[in-house]
Every structure is written in C-alpha cells, then in structure tokens.
C-alpha cells in the first residue's frame, strides 16, 4: 500500500496512467483487505504528509471529471484514514519546507468560498 500511494506522490502530473493505476490497485486493496490496509496507511508519517502535495494539485489545477472523481476519491481515502487515530498525529505534522500540515489543506479547501466571501468583504 506504501509503495502505490508513493506512486501518487511522486507523479508530476495526477493525470498520468501510473496514478490511475495505482489508485484503482489501492482501492482494489481497501475493498480486498477492508480497515487492516487503511491501518497500515495510518500508521506511516510518511505516507499521509507526502499526500498533502497530490491533494492540493488535484483541487488547485484539476477541473475535469476525471479530476473531479480522483480529489473525491483522495478525500475519501483520507477520511477513511483519519478514522484510524493512531493518524491524527500525522494530519498536524509541518512540512519543514513549507511550513504547512495535511490539516491545514483540508480546512483551507474545505472553507475555500467563505474565506474568499470574507477577503471580499462579503457578509455570511
């Protein structure tokens, strides 16, 4: 599992065959193998802060279908994660290049339009 999500993350461009093939073999691994493989995922720093980069490029630059249904399927791959607390430690950690975490993507696209309403000086 380790191995393919690292295939995503190492990709330049979420688009690519490799990505999609990897999603689906993880995917195929989460519906084989059931809360043991996202257990596996949770417990690896390595794996969920290195997701953080994919998630955002998918969300910033993805506007087809195909994109549309790869960030949804990165979300919910997540939300399965976060199930596992052992993770949670993991959705805080900085970045030392950036100083940005996994929790802090999520909240920010996840409140992308009433961020932007509020720099426009709209009311909610």
Not at 88 to 112: C, E, K, R, W
């Amino acid at each position: 599992m380790k191995d393919l999500v690292r295939v995503f993350t190492d990709s330049k461009d979420f688009r690519s065959f490799q990505v999609s093939i990897a999603m689906d073999a993880i995917w195929n691994l989460v519906e084989v193998a059931g809360q043991s493989a996202i257990s596996s995922l949770a417990a690896d720093e390595t794996v969920l802060t290195a997701m953080r980069r994919p998630f955002e490029n998918v969300i910033k630059k993805g506007y087809k279908l195909d994109d549309k249904c790869l960030r949804n399927e990165l979300a919910i791959l997540l939300n399965y994660v976060v199930i596992d607390k052992v993770s949670h430690p993991f959705f805080f950690q900085v970045d030392s290049n950036d100083g940005q975490s996994l929790m802090h993507a999520v909240m920010h696209y996840a409140t992308i339009d009433e961020l932007y309403s509020i720099e426009q000086g709209e009311s909610i």
